[in-house]
């Protein structure tokens, strides 16, 4: 009886077939785009693709950059476990979309960048870029790490194929197409990745639906089984999920990903305009919906499935994140090679995130660290040295993945990771971009402040967990479960045994406040805490007395969108919106002669020329 058996089978020689040759064809594609472009050997053109990309496959390469394993896998365990709530993120993405788009894309293009934080360095010192470049680092690699162990771990437990063989496996793979085809690979293959994932999900929909008699009966079953219940307006910051917690806690941690994270940026900066490059984040944004609405979708069939036998309470999986591809291998076996799909899907998700992060962390190194400290290095010594960070952090991802063996639950953690690190460093742009008072003193203590703070509720919540309460995690049955060796049932839920556990452990005072915060305002914690204390530190340093700053490392009336103008203003907007047009237009004549404040384009005397003729159309209405 479906739903109720133990033990699956393991994957078969289709699947073997079907998996090693689409991971192969995803090498193939690197491969491919290294001998097209063998003559064009220069760091942008590794870096940045020559900046040359159009906007449709950035943005499948941005959704698919950050849609890894865990989310292929974590995303419809949340929907089993705590219902639709996850959905209200396409709220979160929509208001991330408008930030970056509008916001930073156009400071980026305006500096020609390579490094996202080469900025903080203009604004700042060159400490503050040191110490954010060393932050991402740091951080992608634990993320990375984490996307290179969760799914291996599921599918290993699931499968059979062998954990630490695959984690280098897949290591191997990214560092080969990485390392001889650079950014431009990564985005084609992450094009290719993007539809085998979305593939694997409508398989798994497509299958529960013609199982349980149409998608009618699994909306029915997960109404009843309470699943539906997305909108939750319970303003408790405690509230793992919530409308507030995830529209507002959610926008500002997606923001802090999409807006700074190099991993990101360094993709939509790859354009060869600026309007392509807001388009690209748009495009993305619609992206994102329909893979966390497929996800969605498949928690719901899997709980349709198993609403009577959770195979988790029954022992039949040992966590979370095994439950999709236990899923998969139940409902796909009779298909051969439909599994394989599935594990190729999620590892299309794992392959696309490890080189997305080697591929930034090798440009973040190679224009931090290494063009400062030796500026004489020629182009075709870059170009070895870019190959030779790409093994360097190939390698160091793979073992970072041991680390991650020791995090809980995948998905919580890896959104928490991003909140703590990022929140800060967002908040540093934000007090750069929006508050010419602030100085570099007043910038590195908020940013340490900030990463102080999230840091000790973000260790604390993994020390001590929230109690079921507060994560709402939803009552599952074992009652229809058919025992292996006797004709008897079993009705435990799984909230019970976690209440069990978690009460054995004595908790201090902090562990039922602070530290059960929702994961998502990590993020706001740290950008107000590094905000407001930036702030009152410039404030006493005489920051409002500084040398007056290079007015193209702001954000002006002409980068932000006009929501509030009068008709009278006009022939102020088609002046901005013509000056911004031939702007683009010198960029994608000639994108290969911009290299950042030395460009033309973007001169001193050509940036102050355009900020007086702002003021002067502004002043006279």
Known sequence: MLGSRGQVVTFSVWDYV????????????????????????????FLLGGRQMNAVPVALSLTASFMSGITVIGTPAEAYMYGTAFWIFVFSYAIMSIISAEIFVPLFYRLSITSTYEYLEM?????????GTSMYIAQTALYTGMVIYAPALALNQITGLDLWGVLVATGAVCIIYCTL?????????????????LSGFVAIIARGAVLQGGLGKIWNDSYHGGRLETFSFDPDPLRRHSFWTIVVGGSLMWASIYSINQSQVQRYISCKTMTQAKLSLYLNMVGLWVTVSLAMLSGLTMYSIYKDCDPLTNKNVGASDQLLPYLVMDILADFPGLPGLFVAAAYSGTLSTVSSSINALVAVTVEDFMKPAWPWLTERQ??????????FYGAVCIGMAGVASLMGNILQAALSIFGMISGP????????????????TGGLVGLISGLTITL?????????????????????????????????TTTITPFSTILQTTTLRPRPVLADNWYSLSYLYFCPVGIIVTMVTGLIVSAISGGCKQEKARPELFIGT?????LGCRSSDSEVRAFITSATEKVSDIIEKDPKNIQGLESPVFSDNEIALRGKEYKEKITKF
């Open 382 to 391: 870059l170009s070895w040295i870019n190959m030779g960070m790409s093994v």
């Open 425 to 440: 460093l967002l908040g540093l742009y934000m007090l750069g971009i929006f508050f010419r008072c602030v100085n570099s």
């Open 558 to 562: 002409s980068d932000l969108i006009c």
């Open 18 to 45: 079907v998996f090693a040759g689409l991971i192969l064809f995803a090498a193939g594609i690197g491969l491919f785009q290294a001998i097209r472009g063998r003559k064009e050997t220069s760091s942008d053109e």
């Open 456 to 488: 000790w509720v973000g260790i604390g919540a993994q020390v001590y967990p929230p109690l079921p309460e507060k994560t709402l995690r939803l009552p599952l049955s074992v009652e229809g479960c058919v025992a292996l060796d006797m004709n008897e």
């Open 181 to 197: 085809g650079g950014l431009k690979a990564v985005i084609w293959t992450d094009v290719f990745q993007m539809i085998i994932m």
């Open 123 to 131: 604004r700042f010192n060159k400490l503050l870029r040191v110490i």
